[in-house]
Antibody
Framework: QVQLVESGGGVVQPGRSLRLSCVAS????????MHWVRQAPGKGLEWVAI????????QYADSVKGRFIISRDNSKNTLYLQMNSLRVEDTAVYYC???????????WGQGTLVTVSS | DIVMTQSPLSLSVTLGQPASISCRSS???????????LNWFQQRPGQSPRRLIY???NRDSGVPDRFSGSGSGTDFTLKISKVEAEDVGVYYC??????????FGQGTKLEIK
């Protein structure tokens, strides 16, 4: 079955960096685009970024553009999110989500919590 | 960016009664392909979101048939024919027609009366 397992969350000071990882299994990872979606505590869902299956095309939400970098290693079935210049408002659970063939996100991981605080 | 607006934001329903959630988009969600990329997600307390419906009315595998989606253009609805206790949670609509960004509705919290 499809599994997405995120890791790398934690507490970090404003202005610092953090890298999230997501290991995929149960499907052919290299055939699918992958998203990061986040959810601030007690709030709704916010799309963050997507990387398409080949890894050569990415798009970002305006709120993270220029600070976050999405990447993937298809040989390791792993998705990454490099988060730089972190802000308090980046505090959220970050979900790794599979893109369903242009229809939109379908399967979600369990999420990893990032807390940005001094 | 397309703005998605859900209503109501909270819903209290008696077990066995129907529930309906509206989602409106600021622009038509009809894609140039002719498809409409409007999806619905359920997030139970303490869990990750789970997709229920894709392309307006297609139920995902394993989703009970009491869940149905309908609508067109800018107006969409998620209906639960008879609410069960396991349906408690927050429901989100998502547009995937015009991106980036993919945009979610604010969420509708369903509770049992």
């Amino acid at each position: 079955q499809v599994q997405l397992v995120e890791s790398g969350g934690g507490v970090v000071q404003p202005g610092r960096s953090l890298r999230l990882s997501c290991v995929a299994s149960g499907f052919i990872f290299s055939n699918y685009g992958m998203h990061w979606v986040r959810q601030a505590p007690g709030k709704g869902l916010e799309w963050v970024a997507i990387i398409w299956n080949g890894g050569d095309n990415e798009q970002y939400a305006d709120s993270v553009k220029g600070r976050f970098i999405i990447s993937r290693d298809n040989s390791k079935n792993t998705l990454y999110l490099q988060m730089n210049s972190l802000r308090v408002e980046d505090t959220a659970v970050y979900y790794c989500v599979r893109e369903f063939n242009g229809v939109g996100p379908d399967f979600w991981g369990q999420g990893t919590l990032v807390t940005v605080s001094s | 960016d397309i703005v998605m607006t859900q209503s109501p934001l909270s819903l209290s329903v008696t077990l066995g009664q129907p529930a309906s959630i509206s989602c409106r988009s600021s622009q038509s969600l009809v894609h140039s392909s002719g498809n409409t990329y409007l999806n619905w997600f359920q997030q139970r307390p303490g869990q990750s979101p789970r997709r229920l419906i894709y392309k307006v009315s297609n139920r995902d595998s394993g989703v009970p048939d009491r869940f149905s989606g309908s609508g067109s253009g800018t107006d969409f609805t998620l209906k639960i024919s008879k609410v069960e206790a396991e349906d408690v949670g927050v429901y989100y609509c998502l547009q995937g027609t015009q991106w980036p960004p993919w945009t979610f509705g604010q969420g509708t919290k369903l509770e049992i009366k």
